[in-house]
């Protein structure tokens, strides 16, 4: 059962990646690369700061501006430079490496006995509960805050933006800033992830964000299977279930643990399990 716990509370740590993706590539339709990049930056902040006796919440506001920098320079990149915004991801996340290693100072750091956001909220005795008390405290302050943003004047300025920028354009909307505002907020959740996921599991690690963008793409994806099942183009639905489908991302790969298969796979299962996903909403949509 503790396998599976730590599964959703897996689940539940890159459910704020997987929102980031959702608003870089489902509001503003900008494939963002950045993603790697600012997952570990957010955690090795994170790890860095709090080895050195920084409190966890001061630690979150600097990881969430380190991952809302990083966008903001994707967005700057594509916005002023007119660059194409993979490429500016790309660019930006490959920046980010020496900019981690230097600022981490090695290549792997642990947290040892360090205070983490987990010690200082005690939802419950038992670590895992108390975990996982913590995670959906931070998962629900996010669908809130999202769903309430998406609803707002800016939130349908953004929407338009995604949906058809010469609209927007005509209507008085700043695009490309939008755009840039857009790529800030998803990598400072992307960045949330990381600092959440580095005291749960309790190091960082260089290399930990490397093809980490796959994890939140299948979140977006299993989620708006989901959706579409549902027949729901609620913004709140959409939001729930991205967050759905990364802990149903996660509970998956644990049962594919379970079965024994070697973790060295665990990459190419995620590879075909976005496949899958991509390839059954194809189908169902030619079949509608």
């Known amino acids: 059962m503790d396998f ?13 990646m997987g929102l980031g993706i959702f608003i870089s590539l489902r509001i503003f339709n900008i494939p963002d690369i950045t993603t790697d ?21 001061n630690v979150l506001v600097l990881s969430l501006a380190g991952g809302a920098a990083a966008g903001v320079c994707s967005g700057l990149i ?15 996340m490959t920046a980010l490496y020496s900019i981690n290693l230097s600022v981490m100072g090695r290549s792997n750091l642990p947290l040892m006995d360090d205070s983490t956001i987990f010690n200082h909220f005690n939802v419950s005795e038992n670590a895992l509960t108390n975990q996982l008390g913590v995670m959906i405290f931070f998962i629900v302050l996010l669908v809130v805050f999202l769903t309430w943003l998406l609803k707002t004047d800016f939130g349908i300025a953004m929407r ?29 959740l992307t960045a949330l992830s990381g600092y ?22 299948a979140a977006v994806m299993l989620g708006e299977a ?3 099942l549902f027949r729901s183009n609620k913004i709140v639905v959409q939001v729930l279930f991205v967050v759905a489908g990364s802990i149903i991302f996660r509970m998956i790969l644990a049962f594919t643990l379970s079965m024994g298969v ?27």
């Open 4 to 16: 599976y716990i730590a599964a959703i509370l897996q689940g539940l740590g890159y459910a704020a």
């Open 37 to 57: 990049g600012s997952y570990t930056f957010g955690g090795i902040i994170a790890a860095v700061t709090i080895t050195q006796g920084v409190h966890p919440v």
């Open 78 to 92: 594509h916005t002023k430079l007119k660059v194409n915004p993979l490429l500016a991801g790309i660019l930006v």
């Open 160 to 188: 338009a933006t995604g949906s058809s920028e010469q609209m927007a354009s005509a209507v008085g909307i700043n695009t490309n800033t939008m755009k840039v505002i857009g790529l800030a907020m998803a990598n400072a």
């Open 196 to 217: 959440l996921l580095v005291q749960y599991q309790g190091f960082a690690d260089i290399n930990m964000g490397i093809g980490i963008v796959i994890s939140g793409l």
């Open 226 to 228: 989901i959706a579409k």
């Open 262 to 288: 070697n973790p060295n796979y665990l990459k190419l299962i995620t590879a075909l399990l976005v496949l899958v996903v991509i390839s059954f909403s194809r189908f169902r949509n030619i079949r509608s």
